[in-house]
């Protein structure tokens, strides 16, 4: 069954250290990819999507994420993060393709910024 | 603003009644899809339509249903409720029935007491 894995519940960094939050994913194919983040009590943001071709994307807000075929993964990572940051963020896949149009969403990881 | 609308932003509600919200595609997307997110199950996939028409059906509960009217609009019907579909609601619209342009609303935070 198609399935997305965010491994991490919550995340606490402090602020200004880098950020990495893992997404690994089930799919017959090579899925559409995404990251949206969730402020609380707010919409989803879409933050970046992989397609196809560079393996490395880069997103809103500073953030960049990385396509790994091989270990069916595609982590977000951040090189320092901001007070601002702290969300929850959501990884998706979809349809290779994009033959279908609905998305299918890990549990989310919560992430918290120490001062 | 992402260009999708969604009426109410807050609904409270008692358990058995039944409720109506609303999405407003961006505009000239064709198809609109509804999610569900709550505490237990995350968020999960409704239904989706394109042009008119049910294209996909995801976890949808047989007391929901949804339909997108002519001018595009969708409204998702939510009946005989219960404690456990307190949840937020989320529209989102494209332009065809794909992932390209995909652009979520704001969400109707739903809460039956």
């Known amino acids: 069954a198609q399935s997305v894995t965010q491994p991490d519940i919550h995340i606490t960094v402090s602020e200004g250290a880098s950020l990495e939050l893992r997404c690994n994913y089930s799919?017959?194919?090579?899925?559409?990819l995404f990251w949206y983040v969730q402020s609380p009590g707010q919409g989803l943001q879409l933050l970046l999507k992989?397609?196809?071709?560079?393996?490395l994307v880069q997103g809103i807000k500073g953030f960049e994420a990385e396509f790994k075929r091989s270990q069916s993964s595609f982590n977000l990572r951040k090189p320092s993060v901001h007070w601002s940051d702290a969300a929850e963020y959501f990884c998706?896949?979809?349809?290779?393709?994009?033959?279908?149009?609905?998305?299918?969403f890990g549990k989310g990881t919560k992430l918290s910024v120490k001062p | 603003d992402s260009g999708v609308t969604q009426t109410p932003k807050h609904l409270i509600t008692a358990t058995g009644q039944r409720v109506t919200l609303r999405c407003s595609p961006r505009?000239?997307?064709?198809?609109v899809y509804w999610y569900q997110q709550s505490l237990d199950q995350g968020l999960q996939f409704l239904i989706q339509y394109y042009n008119g028409e049910e294209r996909a059906k995801g976890n949808i509960l047989e007391r929901f249903s949804a339909q997108q009217f002519p001018d595009l609009h969708s409204e998702l019907n939510l009946s005989s409720l219960e404690l456990g579909d307190s949840a937020l609601y989320f529209c989102?619209?494209?332009?065809?029935?794909?992932?390209?342009?995909?652009?979520f609303g704001s969400g109707t935070r739903l809460t039956v007491v």
């Open positions: 992989y397609f196809s071709g560079d393996t």
């Open positions: 799919y017959g194919a090579t899925p559409y």
């Open positions: 505009s000239g997307d064709l198809s």
């Open positions: 998706a896949v979809g349809a290779p393709g994009g033959s279908q149009g609905n998305l299918i």
């Open positions: 989102a619209s494209s332009p065809a029935h794909t992932l390209y342009g995909y652009t």
